[in-house]
């Protein structure tokens, strides 16, 4: 009995039988090793992948922190060419048309010996008084070192208050018929939240040393001294743009109560109230004043990292908070 069951072979002493070559079984761990040894290859495939994307990333990084804003075009024509400056969106000191920007392009255009010329080509709704201010007085600046270097300012869709501010400064004025020119005047905007916060129960604790420290605070009452006070300050301001604008424009502005109400004109109308001395577009200018073809942009190009860090709206917390917290004076 005992030799039967060693022969017979017992389950405590039997080995595995291997399969057949050809068994559904060996086929199946065939196909299992092969797909694990693909997995791999995907795996190491894909690592290698994102190993490159990393270092182009990274080099691309590099090479944007490295790059400088300009100035200018890289390549200048051989002949003399007129300097186009541009003036786009809000005048402020961190937009495009900051006082910065603007007066050094308009200082590399003044030291070209191969410019004849600048013309300023605008479309903004105008912005803060100071920074237009700072470009208004470059500007004449500059004129007294060269004067023979004229300046023109094109108004393209839109110049309005700052940028009108800017483009009085200019030697003559030019815009379209149906652009939109002028609105001298001055606004200072803000919100008021008292009713919300009485509505929602919301207490307001301000602790200030001044009298009127917290004045035009949205979260407390108007108060009609210290409101008579900020439209004081608005009216001063006002008047400082009235007088930059008739020491540009001079006696070329005609007599009109309105003209300096903040209303915004058409380019026609501009033109018969003295507001812009013709219709022209900034290459007509170009020719017709300066006798060339050339127009080359001596507008500051912020790096393309700069232009990154703006895409990804940095400062759009910060602008929001302002918007709904600070009393902001303009020129638009």
Same mark, same amino acid.
């Given at each position: 009995?005992?030799?039967?069951?060693?022969?017979?072979?017992?389950?405590?002493?039997?080995?595995?039988?291997?399969?057949?070559?050809? &068994?559904?079984? #060996?086929?199946?761990?065939?196909?299992?090793?092969? %797909?694990?040894?693909?997995?791999?290859?995907?795996?190491?495939?894909?690592? =290698?992948?994102?190993?490159?994307?990393?270092?182009?990333?990274?080099?691309?990084?590099? #090479?944007?922190? @490295?790059? /400088?804003?300009?100035?200018?075009?890289?390549?200048?024509?051989?002949?003399?060419?007129?300097?186009?400056?541009?003036?786009?969106?809000? =005048?402020?000191?961190?937009? +495009?048309?900051?006082? $910065?920007?603007?007066?050094?392009?308009? @200082?590399?255009?003044? +030291?070209?010996?191969?410019?004849? !010329?600048? =013309?300023?080509?605008?479309?903004?709704?105008?912005?803060?008084?100071?920074?237009?201010?700072?470009?208004?007085?470059?500007?004449?600046?500059?004129?007294?070192?060269? /004067?023979?270097? /004229?300046?023109?300012?094109? =108004?393209?869709?839109? !110049?309005?208050?700052?940028?009108?501010?800017?483009?009085?400064?200019? %030697?003559?004025?030019?815009? %379209?018929?149906?652009?939109?020119?002028?609105?001298?005047?001055?606004?200072?905007s803000g919100f008021g939240f008292v009713k919300a916060m009485d509505k929602f129960g919301i207490e307001r604790r301000q602790y200030t040393s001044g009298e009127h420290k917290g004045f035009l605070d949205p979260f407390l009452p108007e108060n009609a001294e210290e409101k008579a006070f900020w439209q004081s300050v608005l009216k001063v301001t006002h008047n400082q743009f009235i007088e930059q604008v008739k020491k540009g @424009?001079? %006696? @070329?502005?005609?007599? $009109?109560?309105?003209?300096?109400?903040?209303?915004? #004109?058409? !380019?026609?109308?501009?033109?018969?109230?003295?507001?812009? +001395?013709?219709?022209?577009? &900034?290459?007509?200018?170009?020719?017709?004043?300066?006798?060339?073809?050339?127009?080359?942009?001596?507008?500051?190009? /912020?790096?393309? #990292?700069?232009?990154?860090?703006?895409?990804?709206?940095?400062?759009?917390?910060?602008?929001?908070?302002?918007?709904?917290?600070?009393?902001?004076? &303009?020129?638009?």
């Amino acid at each position: 009995m005992d030799n039967e069951n060693i022969n017979q072979g017992s389950p405590l002493t039997s080995q595995p039988a291997r399969p057949e070559d050809n &068994s559904k079984e #060996w086929k199946l761990i065939e196909k299992v090793l092969m %797909d694990m040894q693909g997995e791999q290859k995907r795996a190491r495939r894909w690592g =290698i992948f994102f190993k490159s994307l990393t270092f182009i990333y990274l080099f691309a990084i590099v #090479w944007l922190l @490295r790059m /400088p804003g300009e100035h200018g075009a890289d390549m200048l024509p051989e002949d003399n060419y007129a300097a186009v400056i541009e003036v786009n969106g809000v =005048i402020a000191a961190d937009q +495009d048309a900051s006082a $910065d920007a603007l007066i050094g392009a308009l @200082r590399d255009a003044f +030291d070209d010996e191969k410019a004849l !010329g600048v =013309i300023l080509r605008i479309n903004s709704p105008g912005g803060s008084p100071v920074q237009a201010g700072y470009v208004y007085d470059e500007i004449k600046r500059l004129k007294e070192i060269r /004067p023979d270097f /004229p300046v023109y300012a094109v =108004i393209m869709d839109l !110049g309005a208050s700052g940028a009108y501010y800017i483009a009085a400064a200019a %030697d003559e004025i030019y815009a %379209d018929k149906a652009s939109l020119v002028g609105s001298i005047g001055v606004v200072g905007s803000g919100f008021g939240f008292v009713k919300a916060m009485d509505k929602f129960g919301i207490e307001r604790r301000q602790y200030t040393s001044g009298e009127h420290k917290g004045f035009l605070d949205p979260f407390l009452p108007e108060n009609a001294e210290e409101k008579a006070f900020w439209q004081s300050v608005l009216k001063v301001t006002h008047n400082q743009f009235i007088e930059q604008v008739k020491k540009g @424009r001079g %006696d @070329r502005l005609k007599e $009109d109560p309105n003209l300096f109400s903040g209303l915004v #004109w058409s !380019g026609e109308q501009a033109l018969d109230l003295g507001l812009i +001395d013709g219709l022209a577009s &900034s290459s007509q200018i170009a020719r017709d004043k300066l006798n060339t073809e050339e127009l080359v942009n001596f507008t500051y190009q /912020p790096s393309p #990292w700069d232009e990154l860090v703006k895409r990804f709206g940095a400062s759009m917390g910060r602008g929001f908070a302002t918007l709904l917290t600070e009393q902001t004076l &303009s020129l638009r």
